[in-house]
């Protein structure tokens, strides 16, 4: 069954500090979508992109957060300057599109002390 | 923003008894209905889904009901088993847009004792 992986499994950075985190979507996928969850709270939305742009952004993911699908296979999300409320698990996920094959990472856990 | 609501925090129930999940949206516009499973440390698990067009799918011992008037759905596990203890999502999503955003509730937590 294909998977979309990400990495690492758990982060752990310095508040201020740049991270980036990976995921590896399913090959014949073209929707991509970054989302957390911090502790006890709901699985909320924070980015979608399509075809090598965003389209569409929550409130959440201000001027700190952008996000790159570099070479056809990566996508990445990208935190400039972490705070300590950025600490949540972050998971990645992608889809065939018209509501189909939506299928998330097994995430990453992002700790800023 | 709670657009998406699941008001049991918890369930508890006996195996080989049926669970039933509920979910209410105050969204009109959504028109896309899913339910996912999650352990601890891992990622949602797709479990299934209705369209608004429909008032009810089934796959295995899962089904969905749709009742968009009351603007709620749920889930029925039957017969329900210890491995199906997980925290359950339902998400909604409007599919005009290319991406589909999910707006998900905030869980429901079911044991099955055995």
């Known amino acids: 069954e294909p998977e979309v992986t990400q990495t690492p499994s758990h982060q752990v950075t310095q508040m201020g500090q740049e991270v980036i985190l990976r995921c590896v979507p399913i090959s014949n996928h073209l929707y991509f979508y970054w989302y957390r969850q911090i502790l006890g709270q709901k699985v909320e939305f924070l980015v979608s992109f399509y075809n090598n742009e965003i389209s569409e952004k929550s409130e959440i993911f201000d001027d700190q957060f952008s996000v790159e699908r570099p070479d056809g296979s990566n996508f990445t999300l990208k935190i400039r300057s972490t705070k300590l409320e950025d600490s949540a698990m972050y998971f990645c996920a992608s889809q065939t599109g018209g509501g189909y094959g939506y299928t998330f990472g097994s995430g990453t856990r992002l700790t800023v002390v | 923003d709670q657009q998406v609501k699941q008001n049991s925090p918890s369930l508890s129930v006996q195996e080989g008894r049926i669970s039933i999940l509920n979910c209410d949206y105050t969204n009109s516009m959504f028109d896309y209905f899913l339910w996912y499973k999650k352990y601890p440390a891992e990622g949602p698990t797709f479990l299934i889904s209705i369209s608004s067009i429909k008032d009810k799918n089934e796959d295995g011992r899962f089904t969905v009901f749709l009742n968009k008037s009351a603007k709620h759905l749920s889930l029925h596990i039957v017969p329900s088993q210890p491995g199906d203890s997980a925290v359950y999502f339902c998400?909604?999503?409007?599919?005009?847009?290319?991406?589909?955003?999910?707006?998900f509730g905030q869980g429901t937590r079911l044991t099955i004792n055995p």
């Open positions: 998400a909604a999503s409007n599919l005009i847009q290319g991406a589909q955003k999910l707006v």
